[in-house]
DNA sequence: CGCATCATGTTATGTTATAACACACAACGT
DNA sequence: ACGTTGTGTGTTATAACATAACATGATGCG
């Protein structure tokens, strides 16, 4: 861990980027309207900031971004737009990068599960499922919350090439 | 996250604990004179400090006992000593807490999954079985190296008591 | 001995995160 | 209109976590 830094590409395949940040925001818009929640300015901005970078970026990447649009230059502007994204679910936090990444899914609640390329740093979002260690959690009395599952590898593109 | 760090209990039921850090301090020996390693006196202290505690502990806390035993007082040394076993696998780190924890099966290699209690702090290690993740991640061509599997709750103490 | 390797000691700094308090502003009841 | 409450933002300061880089010592080997 620890490697400097700035932001992490995400997904392992290409997609229609406009068409998936326009309507990850319309979902959070709408979301938040129904919950009888704020998407203020900064919020709205530090989400769309890491939808339109597609990639896992530390608080304090995202906090420069903010800065060069004066939306906020100190730590806690943008400690607390993350935690609020995070607790609204449209975006997750990276354990193993410290960074943080918006939701590939953000409409139906989820445990979410990433692939972590060591080699690129790509961030991929799969969703979690439980299986045996919820079971075996569940037999030792252990009432679970909230999971983190973080696999750390290589992915596609960066694996050595075989000899064809 | 970030509480402050001291120390987290481990495990949710009794056992016999002198015997526990004994054996697991001769299996570390045995392993590192199988690998050709050395298991130095600041490796050594390290985790027997882990094992004893039998919580997770912050860097800084190890640091602090080391250094009250005049084994270092620098950060580097204890992260270094931390990275050493880490390595061995004979401590585990827990990325939500920022702490390392003795590992409870250091005979075999495993991938460690930890069951975090938010009221009192208490760690469990159990066996992780990645099943069907590691399956999704092989389908889409992800090489998996490393796993974390962190679930955060309530250990059977600090759930709420039903009225009888 | 000369050299390589591994471990430790130390300085300095980098990176991540939060506590605490001040202020702005909208919603509400009176 | 007025105060009150709740929520969000601005700011200062500091805490907590982690490593780069370089110096020193110890061990083994040709």
Redesign the pocket.
Known sequence: ??R??SSYPIGFTAHDHAQCVKSALAAAQAVCANRG??L????LRTLEILLEEHAAM????VLARLNAEG???????????L??LVDQGFVH?IEQ???FIACAHPEDAHSPAFMICRSCGTVAEAKAQSGKFAQSAAQTGFQIEQTVIEAEGLCPSCQPQVQS
Chains 1, 2 share one sequence.
């Open positions: 861990m620890m400097k830094m929640v704020q203020t300015p900064v919020r530390g608080a304090y990447d939306l906020g230059s100190k730590p806690p502007v943008a400690y607390r737009a935690g609020f936090r990068l410290n960074a």
